[in-house]
């Protein structure tokens, strides 16, 4: 059963330290997708990969946060300095890129759920 | 810019109910999808609506896609406990595979 796997799952740490987060997308899919969720917020995308390429990263502030995917087996996301209201659940995704009008199917990570102090 | 506002934001009811919930935009999507969060989770896709006016159904649950591809709803009969959870509606962005999600629509279905 492939799955999408994060790590780590939880991460408490204080202000202005760095955090890494990391992604295995699900083998065989193209594209990966990085999303915060917050109660206020809802989810909100962060950063789109297409072939390990950056194509979207507009919804990132890219003074404090940096994503990258080193390989097609691992996808990162940092955050350097971290801050409180960084605070919420940062979702990988992944899916096969399909070319077409309609919208792909995006499979899900479990999450990571950072507090920042 | 395209929106998907869910309603209502936050539904109690008690097991055995029926429910509607709702997503509406002001632009045209060439498909729609419902996905469900359970706590601790990440969203799971439930249905990809591609056609005008087309239902689908899953078990209890029934979506529905308006005819002017501007919204759709979803219907869950007999709601169960384990119905619990986040629904979200997402479409696709003008480029690339990007999605747009709704606020979503937190269900809570007690014993």
């Known amino acids: 059963d492939a799955r999408v796997t994060q790590t780590p799952r939880h991460k408490v740490t204080e202000m202005g330290q760095e955090v890494t987060m990391r992604c295995q997308p699900i083998l065989g899919h193209n594209t990966v997708f990085w999303y915060r969720q917050t109660m206020m917020q809802g989810l909100e995308l962060l950063a789109y990969?297409?072939?390990?390429?950056?194509?979207?990263d507009s919804g990132m502030p890219k003074d404090r946060f940096s994503a990258e995917m080193p390989d097609a087996t691992l996808a990162t996301l940092k955050i350097q300095p971290s801050e409180p209201r960084d605070s919420a659940v940062y979702f990988c995704a992944s899916g096969l890129g399909k070319t077409s009008v309609h919208a792909d199917t995006q499979y899900f990570g479990p999450g990571t759920r950072l507090t920042v102090l | 810019t395209q929106l998907l506002e869910q309603s209502p934001q936050f539904l109690s009811i008690q097991e055995g109910e029926n429910l509607t919930v709702y997503c509406n935009s002001s632009?045209?999507?060439?498909?729609l999808q419902w996905y469900r969060q359970e706590p601790g989770e990440g969203p799971v896709l439930l249905v990809t609506?591609?056609?005008?006016?087309e239902v689908k159904k899953l078990k209890r649950l029934t979506f529905q896609f308006g005819d002017a591809r501007k919204d759709s709803s979803l219907h869950i009969t007999a709601a169960q406990p384990g119905d619990t959870g986040l629904y979200l509606c997402?479409?696709?962005?003008?480029?690339?595979?990007?999605?747009?999600f709704g606020g979503g629509t937190r269900l809570m279905v007690k014993p």
């Open positions: 990969f297409r072939n390990r390429a950056p194509l979207d």
């Open positions: 609506v591609v056609t005008g006016g």
């Open positions: 997402a479409g696709p962005r003008h480029a690339g595979n990007m999605l747009t």
């Open positions: 632009s045209v999507f060439s498909s």
